[in-house]
C-alpha cells in the first residue's frame, strides 16, 4: 500500500449524536472508455481476492497492531459510508458520490481506503474526522489552505494575518 499515491480527506470535527454530515464527491472520467470503480476498505483488502497491483505487497504487514485495531473500529462502526461503493462511469461521463461520517464516539477517526479503478490505477484516500462533545468548544480554523505573507525574522513587530477559526463544539 505504500506505494500507491495517497491523499488526505479531512472531513472535520462534528459533534457526537447529531445529524451525521455527508459531502458530495464527484469522480469525473475523461476516458473515451467506460470505466468501473470500487472502494476497498482494509478488511476488503484483507480477503483472498487481493487486486493485481498487490499481488507483492504484505498487506497485513503493513498496519501496526494498534493502528490495526483502529482501523477495525471504524470499519466494523460503519463511522465512515462511501455509497456507492463501487459504480460505472461512462466514457466522459461524471458520477456523485456521498461520503457520511457517523460521529459515535469521541476521538479522531482514520479510516484507509483504496479508489481502485478496474485497469486503471489505484489511490490510497484516508479519510479522516473527530468526533466531540456537543458544548465543550473546539475551534477549528476554516480554510484547508491558508496563504500568509512572507514575514522577514528581523520585522519587529511583525505583521498581523488574520486566520478565520469557527467552534465546530457550540460551547462557550
Not at 56 to 80: N, P
Amino acid at each position: 500500500l505504500r506505494h500507491l499515491q495517497s491523499f488526505t480527506l479531512d472531513c472535520g470535527a462534528f459533534p457526537m449524536g447529531g445529524v451525521p454530515p455527508y459531502f458530495t464527491l464527484t469522480l469525473h472520467n475523461p476516458a473515451p472508455v467506460d470505466v468501473s470503480f470500487r472502494f476497498l476498505t482494509p478488511k476488503k483488502l484483507s480477503l483472498e481476492d487481493i487486486p493485481l497491483w498487490a499481488d507483492d505487497l504484505d498487506i497485513q504487514g503493513q498496519m501496526q497492531g494498534s493502528e490495526e485495531a483502529h482501523y477495525d473500529f471504524v470499519e466494523s462502526k460503519r463511522l465512515f459510508e462511501v455509497s456507492p461503493a463501487a459504480g460505472r462511469i461512462s466514457a466522459r461521463g461524471s458520477m456523485q458520490l456521498r461520503l457520511a461520517y457517523h460521529p459515535l464516539k469521541e476521538g479522531s477517526h482514520v479510516l484507509p481506503v483504496v479508489l481502485s479503478v478496474d485497469k486503471g490505477h489505484s489511490v490510497l484516500l484516508y479519510l479522516t474526522a473527530a468526533a466531540i462533545i456537543y458544548g465543550v468548544p473546539k475551534l477549528q480554523v476554516r480554510a484547508s489552505i491558508m496563504h500568509l505573507q512572507p514575514v522577514p525574522l528581523s520585522m519587529n513587530p511583525g505583521p498581523v494575518q488574520a486566520v478565520e477559526v469557527y467552534n465546530r463544539g457550540g460551547g462557550g
